[in-house]
């Protein structure tokens, strides 16, 4: 049992079709054996009972008349009949009368006390029955056959062998066939099981190839594996999702922890940048207090007041505009402007620096002037940016070359060194803000806060542009190149070449001066009145209405922070007392988006962040002063 247990279906079911045709045979056999059996000793009880009354009929005259010759020779008749083996006629009182045995036949006669019926007596078959004539019995009849069942047996189980074993053949082959039906379909089940736990693909199916039971099947198992691929593809999705929930949480913990550091990093240079500039300014300052100072001496210490405030100035703006970029409240100021203005704006402001260093610098332009709509301001502050941060990492008497080239509707400025170089590891964070590579034997070279690179990309791509920085490694220089968009036509360049021609002109104009800081307002007005223009001042609206009664400025800086009267009320005013003959220029230590609208919809022509250079003051003349108008 265990051995058939252990056995595929096909042969289990071969086996069990053969194991139930067997014993259907055997118990067919074995009833036809012991129906033959019966119906045998039945027959011959039979055939010996209608023998025994023939013979009983005639043999009772010869009783009757004692003629045993009669009776021997009815006796003979037997001879006939080759399975009985012999045959007696019995006188009424069991005496033997007349009897018939076959020839070679080993027979005893037996004393009869009786009439008896059919019995077996070892091999042969004996029968006693009575004669009667007339109600009165004359004597017996006695006959003893042979009882073959034995030789019947062997040849009916000759037949049945012989029909078994077609039996069995037939069988097998129903069997084989049944197999393709039954075991077939179970196959190919399983064949696509073991394929699913093989290569874990649960999109494969089971064929349906019966209506049955199987086909039931086939449509659960194929159900089962549907349901098992969809919760596998959850459990996938899970896993991924986790996944990458976890790798998020870690790139957000590096990013928190690098952050962090880069944050108490920052704080640190901060401190220490704001600190730098004050000792050469209050060293300056006690220069100047001292009383005959040589002139040299004192030169030298407004060279040093004038560096420094730039210093403090450029970071303190730098540190204004990366917060103003971050929150999206960063404007620029589009206008017409020349290439060249910008290179020599961003040139002048980095030249100190690249003097102090004895580093060469060389510029080449265009041909031909290039105009192009951008914020001048903004502008030179990318360029001045990438020259500073050039001249920071290039060595004493190194190299500095700024090229700018038409491309296009494109302009490429590229500022290349031949200074520390950036290592393959920086270059993808080299915009990032509050990035410093440290180079091997010092750290921090040059200074700065590192949010200079990230302010030049803000500021590129605000324009439109892109920016990008290649080198081949440490000690290898490095290059910045800078792409943007021209955004001007041809007959727009030829105006604005003529306007930059003239910008050098000689207008004098009548200024009012309106802030309620009164250092700022005196130094303004020394500034002003160096140029040659007629300037007035006052430190509240009160006042500077009141001079306007005999004073009819060209411009007018606001402060717009004023006490009494904030400066969008007090333009607004100076509108109504002089219509659009004045230029009004807002000056604010506020650079927020909502004060600059503030101060368009007022009437004022620019909006100027302090600290105001000279520089953008001269700027301011050329594009807004009668200058720029006889030259439109």
């Keep these: 049992m265990r051995k058939l247990i252990s056995q595929s279906i096909r042969g289990r079911t071969l086996t069990i079709i053969l194991l139930t045709t067997l014993v259907a045979l055997v118990v067919s056999a074995v009833s036809l054996l012991v129906y033959e059996a019966r119906a045998y000793r039945q027959f011959l009880i039979t055939d010996l009972t209608t023998q025994a009354n023939i013979l009983a009929r005639n043999s009772g005259p010869a009783l009757a008349f004692d003629d045993a010759e009669a009776a021997r020779v009815n006796l003979q008749l037997l001879t006939n009949r080759a399975g009985i083996v012999a045959g007696a006629v019995y006188r009424k009182d069991g005496e033997l009368f007349a009897f018939y045995k076959r020839q070679n036949a080993d027979v005893r006669f037996p004393r009869l006390a009786g009439a008896s019926g059919p019995e077996l007596v070892g091999s042969d078959m004996v029968l006693v029955h009575p004669v009667v004539e007339n109600g009165e019995q004359l004597g017996s009849i006695f006959l003893q056959a042979e009882f073959r069942l034995a030789e019947r047996i062997k040849d009916y189980l000759f037949l049945l062998a012989g029909a078994m074993t077609i039996s069995l053949l037939v069988a097998v082959a129903v069997s084989l066939w049944l197999q393709g039906s039954l075991t077939s379909p179970l196959l190919a089940i399983k064949t696509v099981a073991q394929q699913v736990v093989r290569e874990r693909n649960f999109l494969l199916r089971a064929p349906r190839t019966t209506n049955d039971e199987i086909g039931e099947l086939a449509d659960a198992f194929n159900v089962m594996l549907e349901e098992v691929s969809e919760r596998q593809h959850e459990l996938e999705s899970s896993y991924r999702r986790l996944q990458q929930e976890s790798e998020e949480r870690r790139n ?20 220490h940048e704001l600190r730098n500039p004050l000792a050469p300014m209050v060293n300056a300052t006690t220069i100047l207090r001292m009383r005959k100072v040589p002139p040299d001496a004192a030169d030298e210490a407004l060279s040093i007041l004038d560096r420094q405030l730039a210093q403090m100035s450029r970071l303190v703006g730098d540190l204004l505009d990366v917060s103003r970029i971050s929150r999206g409240k960063l404007d620029l100021s589009k206008e017409t402007v020349d290439l060249a203005s910008i290179v020599s704006q961003s040139v002048e402001t980095v030249k100190p620096l690249i003097e102090s260093k004895r580093q060469q610098l060389t510029v080449e332009l265009p041909e031909r002037p290039v105009v192009m709509c951008a914020d001048p301001v903004r502008l030179a502050q990318v360029l001045s940016n990438l020259l500073n941060n050039s001249s920071k990492y290039t060595d004493e008497g190194g190299r500095i070359a700024l090229v700018a080239e038409r491309v296009g509707d494109s302009i490429r400025v590229q500022v290349t060194d031949n200074g520390k170089g950036i290592s393959p590891q920086a270059l993808p964070q080299l915009f990032t803000m509050f990035m410093q590579e440290e180079h091997e034997g010092f750290q921090r070279h040059g200074g700065g806060l590192g949010v200079g690179l990230a302010l030049a990309k803000s500021l590129v791509e605000l324009h439109g542009g892109d920016i990008r920085a290649e080198s081949h490694g440490p000690g290898a220089g490095s290059t910045f190149t800078v792409e943007l968009p021209v955004g001007m036509t041809a007959d727009a360049e030829g105006s604005v070449a003529t306007l930059q021609t003239s910008e050098g002109g000689s207008a004098r104009y009548s200024i009012l ?32 209405l009141a001079l306007l009664d005999h004073f009819e400025p060209d411009f007018a800086f606001l ?3 004023l006490p009494s009267m ?13 219509g659009n003959g004045v230029q009004l220029i807002a000056v604010s230590g506020w650079g927020q988006p909502d004060y600059y609208r503030r101060a368009m919809q007022a009437g004022f022509s620019r909006y100027m962040v302090k600290p105001v250079t ?8 050329s594009t807004l002063g009668r200058d720029s108008v006889s030259a439109g």
Aim: proline share 1%; glycine share 2%; hydrophobic share 45%.
């Design 614 to 621: 000279l520089q953008s003051i001269r700027s301011i003349f």
């Design 513 to 544: 001066v309106v802030d309620d800081n009164v250092d700022y307002v005196a130094s303004l007005e020394v500034l002003l009145k160096s140029m040659q223009h007629e300037v007035r001042t006052a430190h509240d609206a009160p006042e500077a």
């Design 566 to 578: 904030n400066g969008f009320e007090l333009a607004k005013r100076v509108r109504q007392r002089t």
């Design 559 to 561: 402060d717009i922070g």
């Design 252 to 271: 957000a913990e590096d990013a928190l922890r690098l952050a962090d550091a880069r944050k108490d990093e920052f704080l640190a240079t901060l401190a």
